[in-house]
């Protein structure tokens, strides 16, 4: 893990060990809070320059698909650690690699697609950022939602 993801680390064990805590509405919170710490190791500590090359040229798969990959181990990391099935577990790997991969490279595509999306100076490139980090949210929203 970079220097970065680990500074992270005792706050995620943390959340991670309060899982047999109290309510039902607490394991949500937890469960919700640790997913969503690991979408941010994922986007902002654990990209790698090969990865961000891919996602602004629009044209190179596999270091988007990795990328991916890396958000659906962490996300499935916490779903066990958590008690989630075997089954569970797959079902939310395969959705967090595909909703993250189709998220990443439609975004790449429009970035190539449209000049103003990929000036960080300008509103359209903030506009598509935001709503990029919105559609992973709602997506480790709903599978946080399924298994708790």
């Not at 995620?12 to 309060?18: A, E, I, K, P, R």
């Not at 990209?47 to 629009?58: E, P, V, Y």
């Not at 988007?64 to 939310?92: E, P, R």
């Not at 190539?112 to 506009?127: I, Q």
């Amino acid at each position: 893990m970079t220097r970065n993801g680990v500074r992270f680390l005792p706050l995620f064990l943390l959340l991670t060990s309060c899982q047999h805590l109290g309510s039902e509405q607490h394991q949500w919170s937890l469960v919700l809070s640790a997913l969503l710490l690991c979408h941010y190791l994922g986007d902002f500590c654990l990209t790698t320059k090969s990865m961000i090359r891919a996602k602004s040229s629009g044209k190179e798969y596999l270091p988007i698909l990795l990328h991916a990959g890396v958000h659906a181990v962490l996300m499935t990391m916490v779903l066990a650690l958590f008690s989630v099935s075997l089954q569970g577990c797959v079902a939310a790997f395969l959705i967090e690699l595909g909703s993250h991969f189709v998220i990443d490279t439609i975004k790449s595509k429009l970035s190539v697609m449209y000049e103003a999306l990929r000036d960080t100076r300008r509103k359209p490139n903030w506009m598509v950022y935001g709503f990029d980090q919105l559609l992973h949210i709602l997506v480790t929203v709903v599978l946080a939602r399924l298994y708790f």
